[in-house]
């Protein structure tokens, strides 16, 4: 497939949007997601508050382009990783790939927190081809990539695990999903009070008690 020729207005409007969110992920590096204050990311990405809103609206739409981002790299990964071989081993590789990207808990505590406080379900946020490729350059091919909430994901993997029989039949699939979720989201908190900083480690041992307790058969990792 021949590269697309982004214009170069599409290319700076990307480069802000990102350079927004990276500004906001370094204050949250140290700081709470209260505390951050948006004339600051402002200043840091060198654009005035109007500019600012016309990217985002609200400060949690920050959150929810950075986790869309994050997403949509671990689930491209995992189904390019995982093919055709297994259901069940694509969220186990996501799984992987989610603790990979780890590099400052802080950050991922405080976009829980965010996001746990919100009633509503986190809103979708546009992501263009050019905003992909650029955010994540070692990534060829990712501007094609379906972006997805990671919980659609999840039920669309389950399903698909029924179907080919790495599930019981019976299997409640919602029931499943929470699990999932939980062990997503948990495991990082209670990781917190173990001696062992690898979250890698966590998620499989997790995925490894939840796959043996429903009797699954998926290649695991």
């Not at 997403?71 to 790939?97: D, G, T």
């Not at 999932?180 to 490894?208: E, V």
């Amino acid at each position: 497939m021949k590269a697309k020729d982004y214009s170069l207005r599409e290319k700076k409007h990307a480069r802000t949007k990102i350079a927004i969110m990276n500004a906001f992920l370094k204050h949250l590096e140290k700081n709470r997601f209260e505390s951050i204050a948006i004339r600051q990311i402002c200043k840091d990405s060198e654009i005035s508050e109007g500019t600012f809103f016309n990217y985002f609206p609200q400060k949690i739409d920050i959150v929810n382009y950075y986790v869309q981002l994050a997403v949509l790299r671990a689930v491209w990964l995992a189904q390019k990783e995982s093919a055709q071989r297994s259901c069940l081993n694509s969220i186990n590789i996501l799984f992987s790939k989610l603790a990979a990207d780890i590099k400052n808990i802080n950050i991922v505590y405080q976009l829980i927190a965010a996001l746990a406080t919100r009633q509503e379900r986190p809103k979708k946020i546009a992501v263009t081809e050019v905003e992909k490729k650029l955010a994540f350059p070692d990534c060829p091919g990712i501007e094609h990539a379906r972006a997805i909430f990671i919980d659609d994901f999840l039920k669309e993997s389950l399903k698909g695990a029924l179907k080919k029989g790495e599930l019981s039949k019976g299997t409640d699939i919602d029931d499943v999903l929470i699990s999932l979720l939980a062990i997503l989201g948990g495991t990082l908190l209670a990781a917190k009070l173990s001696k062992i900083g690898d979250y890698k480690y966590h998620y499989n041992r997790q995925l490894k008690i939840l796959w043996k307790g429903l009797n699954a058969r998926p290649f695991l990792r």
